[in-house]
């Protein structure tokens, strides 16, 4: 199982592990964690996202991710 670490548009660092195990052409359910928001965010991405460029990904989390006052 693959891990990446993230940094978000907003300098948040988020580090990122499948919940399973991959299967190809299936795609992935993250659970991302960061600091400065409690709950671990979860989303599903493309089963290549260990591939997909840091900048896409960040994008992902960022829309997903709650925003902080």
Request: hydrophobic share 40%.
């Amino acid at each position: 199982m693959a891990s990446r670490r993230v940094t978000d548009e907003d300098g948040r660092v988020w580090d990122c592990n499948p919940e399973s195990a991959e299967v190809p052409g299936r795609d992935v359910s993250l659970v991302c964690k960061t600091s400065s928001v409690r709950t671990p965010l979860r989303l599903r991405v493309s089963w290549r996202w260990a591939t997909m460029a840091e900048k896409g990904l960040a994008r992902m989390i960022a829309a997903a991710a709650p925003r902080l006052a």
